[in-house]
């Protein structure tokens, strides 16, 4: 069984100049925030895909190729998905329990 290798974790600074990059039109605080307030819904279809529609108004942005959405996505949803607000680190899960 091959062991499953996580995305690096991109920094705030990282994010930032990726929404900018891809022209979005919220702040990022704005967009920080609606990540986590997309896990708290008890709606079982949410995702962070539909999070980064929603912050362009229902689509996602025009990229030039895979990996360019491949590198927008992993950011977000590493720094911002995968990731438990700083004021609660207890929610964070054990390495082991992933």
Do not use: Y
Request: net charge positive; hydrophobic share 35%; charged share 30%.
């Amino acid at each position: 069984m091959t062991k499953r290798t996580d995305p690096p974790k991109a920094s705030d600074e990282q994010v930032r100049a990726l929404l900018e990059r891809h022209k979005c039109p919220a702040p990022f605080h704005g967009v920080r925030t609606r990540f986590p307030g997309n896990i708290a819904t008890p709606s079982i279809s949410a995702s962070p895909i539909s999070v980064v529609e929603d912050l362009r108004g229902g689509e996602l942005p025009e990229f030039d190729n895979l990996d360019e959405a491949r590198e927008l996505i992993a950011a977000l949803v590493s720094r911002l998905w995968n990731r438990p607000p700083p004021s609660r680190p207890e929610l964070a899960l054990r390495p082991d329990a992933r």
